[in-house]
């Protein structure tokens, strides 16, 4: 006579892990803002209704604009080539759906915590250099992408300071991973 195999739970699907990645990061960041007595990590200083919606269409710009420079880098300089040909294997699996899902959740999640949460309590270099040490991996030829999330995290941190609230870099984050992640997900560069 022959058991029946043990039930398993069911496998968390990617898209799932990264949006409960980014969700309790953000949950976290909300947690400290009440902690330390701010209610609204969203807003900056006073509020300025007119600042609050030209917001993201500042971000939106400044997202199409680093997404500009981002595909001239990997036009013309091999460290850019390199990152993306690095990248692509990491990416050229996932959906557009789950593209989408990471773009809007890392987002929100990370804009909530390192500039909402992390920059009134600690400042902007502080905010911006954890913000890249995110971003560091262990091979040398990742420094480029960590160089360039410290100065996102500068961007993201003075949009949020001069604008009062998370509208521009939110939008500015998701544009950015967007159209980054699909572009490198669906080209794969030759050598």
């Known amino acids: 006579m022959s058991l029946a195999p043990t039930p398993r739970a069911p496998r968390m699907n990617r898209a799932t892990v990264i949006v409960a990645l980014y969700s309790a990061l953000g949950l976290a960041a909300i947690g400290w803002g009440w902690w330390r007595g701010d209610r609204n990590i969203y807003e900056y200083g006073e509020r300025n209704l007119?600042?609050?919606?030209?917001?993201?269409?500042?971000?939106?710009?400044?997202?199409?604009?680093?997404?500009?420079?981002?595909?001239?880098?990997?036009?013309?300089?091999?460290?850019?080539?390199?990152?993306?040909?690095?990248?692509?294997?990491?990416?050229?699996?996932?959906?557009?759906?789950?593209?989408?899902?990471?773009?809007?959740?890392?987002?929100?999640?990370?804009?909530?915590?390192f500039r909402g949460a992390m920059l009134p309590a600690l400042g902007l270099l502080p905010s911006s250099i954890l913000f890249a040490l995110m971003h560091v991996r262990a091979q040398w030829r990742f420094l480029p992408w960590t160089i360039m999330s410290f100065i996102m995290g500068l961007a993201m941190g003075l949009m949020y300071m001069k604008l009062g609230n998370l509208g521009a870099p939110i939008v500015a984050h998701f544009t950015i991973n967007l159209l980054n992640l699909n572009y490198i997900a669906k080209h794969e560069l030759r050598a």
Do not use: D, K, Q, T
């Not at 609050?52 to 036009?75: D, E, K, T």
């Open 50 to 113: 007119v600042l609050l919606a030209v917001s993201p269409f500042v971000g939106l710009a400044f997202g199409l604009a680093m997404v500009f420079l981002s595909r001239l880098a990997v036009h013309s300089m091999e460290w850019a080539r390199v990152l993306h040909r690095e990248f692509h294997a990491v990416v050229h699996e996932l959906s557009s759906r789950e593209i989408f899902l990471l773009a809007i959740s890392s987002a929100v999640g990370e804009e909530l915590f």
